[in-house]
Structures are given as structure tokens and as C-alpha cells.
């Protein structure tokens, strides 16, 4: 593979698949750039004008711009806080000689292969209904007044439903990654006096800490876009209360219409994610590190 | 004190019986190795008297107290791991405390335990690295230090040298002989290869199928074998079994010579072969003799002959030294 005639051939063969890639990514990043510098509004068409960085102002200090940054960080963090604090006992859990264990391990993993807008679609109608859903079942079953989930905890059903999403994601990696533990070092630790929980602490978890990154880094990428779980189920609202910064790009889009502003927006996003994954990768990154 | 006695213990997995009865005394302070061919539950029997494994049966008794039911870190057991099982992301510090730490000692009592073993086995300078760090004879030694360290009543080895190379096995044999004879704890060592059984132990288990064949010192093995088994197993190159005509003759089934107790000449007396192959070490040299209906016989004698393939040589067995085995393999004693 390392003569020149096979470097050349693999390079003029790897070409057109790079250059369509390219410009996949540099047509929609160009344009939404040109965009962002225009009043630009669906309703009025044709009076575009360049407007400079006003849309930028506009957007960044529209008050609905910090709500809904504060959003997407707390959805981000309470779905990896929830997905690695329960999936690591799953993982535990799963990775024991049980009967049956196959099916198990089959029905943990099945969320993952629902679509956003289906699962969204179940919690909201078959769960956490306050009339017909389960939850509120249950509640009256036991004496309780239902809770209105997505008027009282907008934020924290949401969290819910992603968290539901993700876990089998998270519990898959750490799963594969227990079953890698060698098990004489278990054996090893057992030897050496230490109990369940100490091997726990001092054996599985520093074992388990490059998966954790990994899950982090991942759910991170995709959290920080979440959409149609919010879409289908509360509209962003009430108010701002369940609005991200996914969410409030498409409502400056699509709701006002206002494209500049939207496409101001999208390039704010690509800032914060940015910004968010030189933090992580500052702070995890370096159990990625052999 | 550890003074380690199995009484007909007992094993299996589901229908598979993988140890079959087995008693054993081990005294205080010997140096006893489980030799065996795979899968004869020579790592069985260790993990049993480890408290790994559970026993389906008998008694194991560690000074006289009968341990079937204790955890193994009650046990007062250290055992060193065929793959080290190091902890990887704890230094060699750490790994080697550690046992101390789950038992509770005070910091200073286990720094100094740590720097004494480390000082023991020359590893203070590689103390804060961590085991990735370290080559595999280093490894072997913190997995060594960890075990000493606790101050056990017996060592536990499995296969422990099977990953080193050569050159660095047979240094680390002397390495590990040397230090359990300083430390004078009790070691039971499991290991597949005769040479490290026949120069490292006191004494030597040969086990087969589940069953203890026979228990004797290096020498007892190889100069009376219970059975047509140890006999074949014990020695290198393998003693060469004769059957038939020639063994009535000695009155017994089967009669076993070792290689190094055939004369070879180049005309004799003795059995008459064709040599098939000669292999030169320099200090000696292996033939393979085809003798026709006594099949082929190996031979070793100090020096060189300058026997080439395809030469007639005659191979008389010195008489003294001639093994006789009865019809189901036991050895006859005169």
C-alpha cells in the first residue's frame, strides 16, 4: 500500500466521495452565513437587505436566547447525570448469569430503536397524560392527585423521555466494557480481602471510567440537539420553559419567520458547542488517553 | 505456620468431574508444585484451596482448621495470578498496598511493609510507576509483592512464568525458589512444565484426569514412578516403553527405560535400530532409533558418537534401571 502508485490511486479514487463531502458541509455553512447577515423575514419577501451584525444583537439579547441556553444545559447534564448514575448498575446488573439474560438484554436495548417522535409521542399520550395516561393510573390507584407533567415539571418530563432514549445507549457501552474486566483481577481483589463495594470503587470503576468519557463525549454531540422529543410533546413551552436553543433557532425560522435572525442563531449554536466540547474534552478527555 | 491438608476433596462442574478425591499434606514451609498436563485440574485444585471455587466435596484444612467454608481473603492465601492481574491503573505502590489497605492497616504500617517487600524484590525505583510501565519480569515481581507483603500463610502460584520469555523464566525460577526459601512460607505452584516442577519443588504432585498419581520428592519421581503415567510424564526426553516379548522377559506388562539409561554402540548385544534422527546438543545427543517391532526408542548419550541417519546402532538398557509395570500400568516393585 505504500508504493506511489498506490498512493496516487487511492487519492484520486478517495477525491470525488472528499470533494462532495466538502461541499455538503461548505454550501449550508456559506449560505447560512449570508443569511445571518440579511434582514431577511419569509413574510416580506423580497426586501432582503444587508444588515451587518444586527441579527447577531438581535439574537443574543433576545431574553429567550438565556433561557434557552440555560435549557440546553440542564437537559444536557441531568440526562448524562441520569443515563451514567442508572445505566452503571444496569451494566452491573446485566453482566451477571442470569436465565434469560439474552431477552433482557434485548428488551433494555429496544429504546434505543425507537424513533425521537414516536417515544415522545407514548410518553406524552400512554404515560404521562393526566387524564388517560399511566402515571396518572397510578396515582389515583394509590389515593394521589395525578401530576400534570408538562405543565408542572415541563423540563423534568422531558428529561425523563430523553433520559428513557439514551439509557440503553450508555448501559450498551458499559455493559461491553465490564465484559472486558479481566476476571482475575476480580479474583485477584477478592484475594486481597476487598468486599463487593470496594472492588466496586477501587477495581470496576477505573475500569469503567474511558467508557463514561466516551458515553459523555457522545450523548453530548447529540443532546445538545434535541428537537422532536420537544416538538412533539411541549411545543417549547409552557412559556420558555422547555425551549433550547435547537427549539428557538426553529421558532425564529419557522414560527416567525425571521431567517436572518434563525441563521444568526445556528452559527451561535455551532460557538456554543464548540465551546462545550473544548470544556469536556479539557476535563474528560484525558481518560481517552492510553 | 502453614501447614495445608486436602482430604478427599472433591470437585465438578455440573456432571464433569474435574477432581476426583483428592488428599494431600502439605508441610509447613515446603515448596510443592501440581504438575500435569492440561486440563487434569491441577488450577482447579489451586483455586479450591485459594477459595475461589467451591468444593462439592471433602475437607480442606489450612493448621489443622477445615477452611471449606471460609471466604478467601479469611483463608490467610496469597495467590499470583497466571496474567499478574495487576491492578492497571494503580501504581506498583498501590498495587502492592492494596491488600493492606482493604485490611485496614494504618498508613505508615503499610508504607513500610510496601518499601520493605519493594526492597525485597527490586522494585523500589519502579514504585510510582504503573504497571503498563513496567516489563514483564517487573510485572512478575509486583505480583510476586503483592503476595508477600500480606505475610500469608501459604503462596498460591498459577502458571505464574508461563508469560515470561525463556531466559527470563529460568532466572525468575531461581528468583522465586530463592526468595521462598528466605521467607520459609509454605508454596503450592501449578505449572504444565516438568522442568520447572522437577527444579523448583520440595515435592511434586502429578496430577492426571482429576487424580493425584503420585506425591514424592523430585528424585523419588523420576527414580521410582508409581505408574506408567508419572513415568511418562516425569523426564525429558520421555522414557522409552517396551512391550511384549522383551518385557515378559523381566516379567511384567510393560517395561520403561529412559533415554539416558540405553548404551548405545555401534555394534552390540543389545536391542538393534536404525538411526531415524540424531539431534546435536554439543553436551549431548538425542537419537530416535527405529527398532522395528519395539518401535522407536530414544536415546541420549553425553558427547558425540558421530551417528548420522540411516547407521545401525545397538541399545542395551542398563539393567538396574529398567521400570517394570504391571498389566494396569502400576509399577512393579522388586
Known sequence: MATQQTQLLARTLLTPAVALLFIWMIVPLALTVYFSTLHYNLLDPGSEQFVGLENFRYFLTDPAFLASLQNTLVLVGSVLAITIVVGVPLALLLDQQVVGLSIVRLMVIAPFFVMPTVSALVWKNLLMHPVSGLFAWLAKLLGLTPIDWFNDVPLLSVILIIAWQWLPFATLILLTALQSLDEEQKEAAEMDGASAISTFIYITLPHLARPITVVILIETIFLLTVFAEIFVTTGGGPGLQTTNIAFLIYSQALIQYDVGSASAGGLVAVVIANIVAFFLVRIVGRNLEA | ?334
Not at chain 2, 149 to 173: G, I
Not at chain 2, 226 to 235: C, E, S, T
Not at chain 2, 258 to 264: F, N, Q, S
Open chain 2, 1 to 334: 505456620m502453614g501447614q495445608i491438608t486436602l482430604q478427599g476433596v472433591e470437585k465438578s462442574f455440573g456432571p464433569v468431574h474435574i477432581i476426583k478425591g483428592a488428599d494431600l499434606d502439605i508441610a509447613d514451609g515446603s515448596f510443592v508444585v501440581f504438575v500435569g498436563p492440561s486440563g487434569c485440574g491441577k488450577t482447579t485444585l489451586l483455586r479450591l484451596i485459594a477459595g475461589l471455587e467451591d468444593v462439592t466435596g471433602g475437607a480442606i484444612l489450612i493448621d489443622g482448621r477445615n477452611v471449606v467454608d471460609v471466604p478467601p481473603a479469611k483463608r490467610g492465601l496469597s495467590m499470583v495470578f497466571q496474567s499478574y492481574a495487576l491492578y492497571p491503573h494503580m501504581s506498583v505502590r498501590g498495587n502492592i498496598a492494596f491488600g493492606l489497605k482493604m485490611a485496614g492497616l494504618p498508613k505508615d504500617e503499610i508504607n513500610r511493609k510496601v518499601e520493605r517487600a519493594a526492597a525485597t524484590l527490586n522494585l523500589t525505583p519502579y514504585l510510582d510507576r504503573k504497571p503498563r510501565e513496567l516489563s514483564g519480569g517487573q510485572r512478575q515481581r509486583v505480583a510476586i509483592g503483592r503476595a508477600i507483603v500480606r505475610e500469608p500463610k501459604a503462596f498460591l502460584f498459577d502458571e505464574p512464568l508461563s508469560n515470561l520469555d525463556a531466559a527470563l523464566r529460568v532466572q525468575m525460577r531461581l528468583e522465586v525458589t530463592r526468595l521462598q526459601k528466605q521467607l520459609g512460607t509454605t508454596a503450592i505452584y501449578v505449572t504444565h512444565d516438568q522442568v520447572e516442577a522437577m527444579t523448583m519443588a520440595d515435592k511434586i504432585v502429578v496430577l492426571n484426569g482429576g487424580k493425584i498419581e503420585q506425591y514424592g520428592s523430585p528424585l523419588e519421581l523420576y527414580e521410582r514412578p508409581a505408574n506408567l503415567f508419572v513415568a511418562g510424564f516425569i523426564g525429558s526426553p520421555k522414557m522409552n516403553f517396551v512391550t511384549g516379548e522383551q518385557a515378559k522377559e523381566h516379567g511384567a506388562a510393560t517395561i520403561g527405560v529412559r533415554p539416558e539409561h540405553l548404551k548405545v554402540e555401534r555394534d552390540g548385544q543389545g536391542w538393534q535400530g536404525t538411526v531415524a534422527v540424531a539431534e546435536h546438543l554439543g553436551s549431548d545427543t538425542f537419537l530416535y532409533v527405529d527398532t522395528g517391532p519395539l518401535g522407536t526408542l530414544t536415546a541420549r548419550y553425553v558427547g558425540e558418537l558421530g551417528l548420522s541417519p540411516g547407521d545401525q546402532v545397538s541399545l542395551t538398557p542398563e539393567p538396574s534401571r529398567i521400570h517394570r509395570f504391571d498389566d494396569s500400568g502400576n509399577s512393579i516393585r522388586a
